[in-house]
Each structure stands twice: as C-alpha cells, then as structure tokens.
C-alpha cells in the first residue's frame, strides 16, 4: 500500500510569486485535505477535495486554491505569495465512510519559505 | 468556536516511564472524532490513537491510551514503557461528525531521556 507523497519537499519563492505544490493521495483513499503549518503551531485546515470538487475550506483567501485530479492526486495553488505564506504545507488523505471523512493520512510535507 | 488546547508545550520522561499528555477541546457537538498524531523531526504526521466520542470505553492501542472524559471534554494521552522513538511532537485533534475538517492543538514536544 503507497503511502501520500507530496512534492517538492523544499521549495523557496520570493513575494508575489506563485508557487504550486502537489500531492498523490494514499492508495484507495479520495478525499485529498491541505493543511498550513507554522513554525511551532498546530496545523490549519486549508480545504479538502473530494470527487474533484472542494468540500469545504477554511479561514484562508482565495489566493489559497487547489484541484484534484480523477486520480485523486491534487494540488494546492498559492497566488501573490507573502511573507506569512512560509509554513509547512500537508496533505492528508482519507476514505469515504458514509460521506463523511474518517481517519486522515498525512504525507510528510512540502516547507515553503517565502523570502 | 471549535478550539483544541494542550496546555503542556514540552514534557520529558525517563526510558520505560509512563508520562501523559494533555488535551482540552471545546465543541457544542455531541457526536465527533478524537485523535492523537504524532509528529516526529522528520516531518510526517502519524496517527497514534482515535477515539469515537460515543463510546464510553477509552481507546488502546499496544503502549497508548487515552482517557477520554466527554462531560470535562478532556481527552488525555498516556504513553507506557517510554521508548526513545516516542520522543516527537504530538497534536490532539477532533473532527465533528457533521463536518470534514480536523481542529488540531498546538502540540507538546516529547522528549525521552534515556
């Protein structure tokens, strides 16, 4: 059973980029979720994907945007990056049990550091 | 408000120890998810335990337990026989079961002193 994998693992951008990370969920699994990770913090949900549609979002602009793909695979899109942007960024996946998320899979992350 | 508090942001113990860690939440749902990850150096957030909120009886899994106490919406990690590989951050999290997104605390690093 392949694990999540997120790519890249390192990525460096400077402000008002715009960057695109990307994540192949756990085999079987296809409800994709990103999370924003800040240096000493809990991780914040960002939105989740399901069936190539998102399936709720949390408190982060619209310049935080994503696909998935009928792979489940997806990607998280960051437009106009800022300074605050510089976190690890995770993606879990999880099955569908009765519509509804069970237990996520995190992947091991992609730290981004906006300079 | 969904919230998630670990008010110990470090602890140590001793190899084959038994050290508990913290957790707090605060939801006005009745029926949810609780888990505990853990999050070693190297990154990759790991499930450690999770419990259903409408089971009474706490969850085990091999070293890890939890006491879960609905009404006090405490749900507390204990760690038996300490190994070294436990040391990491770990995070307590709840999910409700209406919804889809994961509220997580803010972690307590684990050291392990042999």
């Known amino acids: 059973e392949t694990g999540v994998t997120q790519s890249p693992t390192h990525l460096i951008k400077t402000r008002g980029q715009q960057v695109t990370l990307r994540c192949s969920s756990q085999?079987?699994?296809?409800?994709v979720s990103w999370y924003q990770q800040a240096l000493g913090q809990g991780p914040q949900f960002i939105f989740q994907y399901y069936r190539e549609e998102e399936n709720g979002r949390g408190n982060f602009p619209p310049r935080f945007s994503g696909l998935q793909f009928p792979n489940y695979s997806s990607e998280l899109n960051v437009n106009a990056l800022e300074l605050d942007d510089s976190a690890l960024y995770l993606c879990a996946s999880s099955p569908i049990a009765g519509g509804l998320v069970d237990t996520q899979y995190f992947g091991p992350g992609t730290r981004l550091t906006v300079l | 408000a969904q919230t998630v508090t670990q008010s110990q942001p470090e602890m140590s113990v001793q190899e084959a120890e038994t050290v508990t860690l913290s957790c707090t939440y605060d939801t006005s749902e009745s029926d949810y998810y609780l888990f505990w990850y853990k999050q070693p150096p190297s990154r990759q957030m790991i499930l450690v335990i999770r419990?259903?909120?409408?089971?009474?009886q706490n969850a085990t899994e091999n070293r890890f337990s939890v006491n879960f106490q609905k009404a006090a919406k405490s749900f507390s990690l204990k760690i038996s026989d300490s190994q070294l590989g436990d040391a990491a951050m770990y995070f307590c999290a709840y999910r409700i079961n209406t919804g889809n997104q994961f509220y997580f605390g803010t972690g307590t690093s684990l050291t392990v002193i042999p």
């Open positions: 085999s079987g699994h296809n409800t």
């Open positions: 419990q259903e909120a409408y089971k009474q």
